[in-house]
């Protein structure tokens, strides 16, 4: 096994390597003592942020590098499984560099799990009371309420209340509970499209550093979606794993809302799988009654008014940033600017985001007018499309850890189709979003 599987083993033993330097240089207990002192001391570090361009440029070489040479032959599951383990092991005790997120995860499930408040209309920085405010009191996002799904803030929340008081704690159970997620995405990557796909998912340089050092909640998302495709791809057609493929989608977007224009998309390729009439029919009246059971449930612990199945969404395109956004938007800005034109940020913004469902609008306008002809297969491709388009036009606020979820699709899109392109495709976000961090900095 080892002579068959050198190449694979030796570009693991670099990752090991890096993970060991980081653990070394970030030690999760020293530093998470005064996070928001920590940012900003690296904000304005060359030396840290070169070594950490330097260490992704050279994981993402030997990712590629071990593309072209595993062609042929794949590395067995124990080996990867065992690979991405041990960095999940090292990497747990590393603090989270890229960005603050985790932080804020932390204070928002406290909100709820512990002082029994409305993280939708509560901020963190109200409660001085708290055990962690004088760590938590200065991070970024500490006065704002929370802009995720309702079924993150009950997962965030049950991990939040088995620690209690103990900062580290926390921190070591939410960087658990995400390397688990990560390691399961693997398995079942594995189960659903093969080897190739598991080992591009798992041992990607950009997702090991957002999942497994920085702990961003994409990996929900992804183990939700990857679990609606499995029934999707990989179950018998059949109207019970239709209902479980739009139960684990939903789910997901009650995780983060990104993932919304997959849901029509999907139900239709699913409707397309299902030969009888009666079968769509209940399909559909199935998915709908299942997705506002679902609804009902996550979002009875905070309801207030109907605001609030709004609010988190539109908080969340509040944020914004003039370079790190979709290229419509930075297109349509300078374009006015340098014509002369008078526009603000917030107009190109808004004329970008019309465009966006303008297309979206003209994308699902050609799924129905060809449906009869279009396959199950052809409705995912299309649903890859929707998630380009939102990508390309719609995001204020784009930030590298989002690029994972599309990196999750263009992986699915090159076990599908076989082609190099996707390949390509996946390389060339990957280096993007290491790069969006020389920007960040």
Not at 46 to 70: E, H, P
Not at 280 to 301: E, M, N, R, S, W
Not at 347 to 353: D, I, K, N, Y
Not at 370 to 389: E, K
Request: glycine residues 6%.
């Amino acid at each position: 096994m080892l002579r068959n599987n050198r190449q694979f083993i030796g570009v693991g033993i670099l990752y090991l390597l890096l993970a060991l330097i980081a653990l070394n240089f970030l030690p999760l207990r020293q530093l998470s003592l005064d996070p928001s002192a920590t940012y900003s001391a690296w904000r304005y570090s060359f030396a840290v942020y070169s070594s950490l361009m330097l260490s992704l440029l050279l994981l993402t070489a030997a990712y590629i590098w071990l593309g072209r040479k595993t062609k042929s032959s794949e590395p067995p599951l124990k080996l990867l499984i065992g690979l991405i383990a041990l960095l999940s092991v090292i990497l747990l005790f590393t603090f989270p560099l890229g960005a603050s997120d985790l932080f804020f995860y932390i204070s928002q499930a406290r909100v709820w799990s512990i002082h029994h408040l409305n993280p939708y209309a509560q901020t963190y920085l109200s409660l001085s009371q708290d055990v962690f405010y004088p760590f938590l009191k200065n991070n970024f996002w500490a006065n704002t309420t929370s802009p995720y799904g309702p079924l993150f803030v009950i997962v965030s929340g049950g991990l939040s209340w088995l620690a209690r008081s103990s900062l580290f704690g926390t921190l070591l159970i939410f960087k658990a509970g995400v390397a688990l997620a990560h390691l399961f995405n693997v398995w079942l990557m594995d189960k659903t499209l093969g080897r190739r796909a598991a080992w591009l998912y798992g041992l990607n340089p950009l997702i090991i550093f957002e999942f497994l050092i920085n702990g961003h909640n994409e990996v929900l998302l992804i183990s939700f979606t990857l679990l609606a495709f499995y029934f999707f791809h990989t179950k018998k057609d059949s109207i019970q794993n239709g209902l479980k493929m739009m139960t684990a989608l939903v789910l997901g977007v009650f995780i983060k809302f990104i993932s919304l224009p997959l849901i029509p998309f999907w139900a239709l390729a699913y409707l397309k799988k299902l030969n009888k009439p009666s079968q769509k029919i209940i399909f559909v009246a199935g998915a709908c009654l299942l997705t506002a059971l679902i609804a009902c449930l996550v979002y009875f612990p905070f309801w207030q008014d109907w605001s609030i199945l709004t609010h988190p969404i539109t908080n969340q395109m509040r944020f914004t940033n003039k370079i790190l956004v979709s290229p419509l938007i930075l297109g349509i800005y300078h374009l006015f600017q340098l014509s002369g034109g008078n526009i603000s940020w917030s107009q190109a913004v808004g004329f970008s985001q019309l465009t966006c469902l303008i297309f979206l609008a003209v994308l699902g306008f050609g799924v129905l007018k060809n449906f009869r002809r279009l396959t199950p297969t052809s409705l995912f491709f299309s649903s890859v499309g929707a998630m380009a388009i939102m990508y390309f036009c719609f995001f204020s606020w784009l930030m590298p850890w989002y690029l994972t979820f599309f990196l999750l699709l263009l992986i699915i899109n090159y076990s599908l189709k076989k082609e190099p392109i996707n390949l390509l495709f996946i390389h060339a976000l990957t280096i993007l979003g290491i790069f969006f961090y020389s920007i960040l900095r």
